[in-house]
């Protein structure tokens, strides 16, 4: 069965830091560029980050660029998202995809088919 399965969320305070974890079963997730959307409740949901397949080229939505770091680690068929300098408008839930290609401004994914979605991780930024 391929999936994808996101971690790593909680509650952090404002100016933390938290590692979001997607990890593939069932399939090569370096076959795939992958991406992290995130949606709080009453918004549409947002790209944010984004990392191509094979150069690992990476891409950042204007509201996360210099503090969120996207990365693979093929070895482990996960790829990461290091969150630093969290603020309350962070706080949503996290989802990442694997799909064909990234696609940037704003960032969102595309591919031959609808790829693959995580369930999600609640992340709370708060005093």
């Known amino acids: 069965q391929r999936q994808l399965v996101e971690s790593g969320g909680g509650l952090v305070q404002p100016g933390g830091s938290l590692r979001l974890s997607c990890a593939a079963s069932g399939f090569t997730l370096d076959d795939y560029a992958v991406g992290w959307f995130r949606q709080a409740p009453g918004k549409p949901r947002e790209g944010i980050s984004c990392?191509?397949?094979?150069?690992?080229?990476?891409f950042y939505g204007d509201s996360v660029e210099g503090r969120f770091t996207i990365s693979r680690d093929n070895a482990k068929n996960t790829v990461y998202l290091q969150m630093n300098n969290l603020n309350p408008e962070d706080a949503a839930v996290y989802y990442c995809r694997a799909a064909d290609f990234c696609v940037v401004g704003p960032i969102t994914m595309t591919g031959s088919n609808s790829g693959y979605w995580g369930q999600g991780t609640q992340v709370t930024v708060s005093s």
């Open positions: 990392i191509r397949s094979g150069d690992g080229r990476t």
